[in-house]
Nanobody, 117 residues
């Protein structure tokens, strides 16, 4: 079993920055992909960014050039640096981890990000 602890959400004005962190812990495991999803009120959860062990990265078109995902494999932690935030970035951000051994998919509890105009 893998536990995920997220931190770094909050309230920021448009144009500001936030950094989200998600640390994975638990019994022996091997993480494959780490990522961030978000869900705005009344909308479906959507991918924001994810990073493989390569580390290959993938971003939603709406955040390209503004957000940067990174990971520290020694700490089993993934980060999301969010710059030039916009009101449409508001939502609950969820950490997502895909574990290769043993195979499993895990979600964090979510952290609120609110961008005021």
């Amino acid at each position: 079993q893998v536990q995920l602890v997220e931190s770094g959400g909050g309230l920021v004005q448009a144009g500001g920055s936030l950094r989200l962190s998600c640390a994975a812990s638990g019994s022996a495991f091997s993480i494959n992909v780490m990522g961030w999803y978000r869900q705005a009120p009344g909308k479906q959860r959507e991918l924001v960014a994810r990073i493989g062990r390569g580390p290959s990265t993938e971003y939603a078109d709406s955040v390209k050039g503004r957000f940067t995902i990174s990971r520290d494999n020694t700490k089993n932690t993934v980060y999301l640096q969010m710059n030039s935030l916009k009101p449409e970035d508001t939502g609950v951000y969820y950490c997502n981890v895909i574990v290769a051994m043993p195979l499993g998919v895990y979600w964090g509890q979510g952290t609120q990000v609110t961008v005021s105009s």
